[in-house]
Each structure stands twice: as structure tokens, then as C-alpha cells.
């Protein structure tokens, strides 16, 4: 799954997200609109992990759920 199509579905993957990062708040969810760079920035900011472990998590979770 692209960017793109994360968007598309945002509203409907932000239940999977909240329950993979739960230390996300229903406000970042709502900041990150589907973007992937800002979702990674968020995962980043509220777990202390670094890009890499982020871009990490994030990728793992796209395939998972494409």
C-alpha cells in the first residue's frame, strides 16, 4: 500500500493504527491525516525510536495490511 492509498483509507485504518502504536493519540491520528511521513514522525515522538526504527515499524505495518 502507497501513500496515496493510505490516504484514501485513512478513516478506516485508524482503529489498526491505534491499536499498534496505542501510545498515539486520538488528536495525532487526526494530525497525521494518512501521511506517512507524519505518521512516522508521531511513532517517533511518542515511542523515542529513531527514524530508522520508525521507518521500521511502518513498513512492517504497511505490508502487513496491504
Known sequence: MNSDVL???WENMKGEVKSQWGKLTDDD??????????LRGKIQE??????DQ???????FMKKHS
Open 46 to 51: 511518542r515511542y523515542g525510536y529513531t527514524k
Open 7 to 9: 490516504k484514501g483509507k
Open 29 to 38: 491520528l487526526t494530525r497525521v491525516e494518512g501521511d506517512l511521513q507524519k
Open 54 to 60: 520508525a521507518d521500521r515499524e511502518v513498513s512492517s
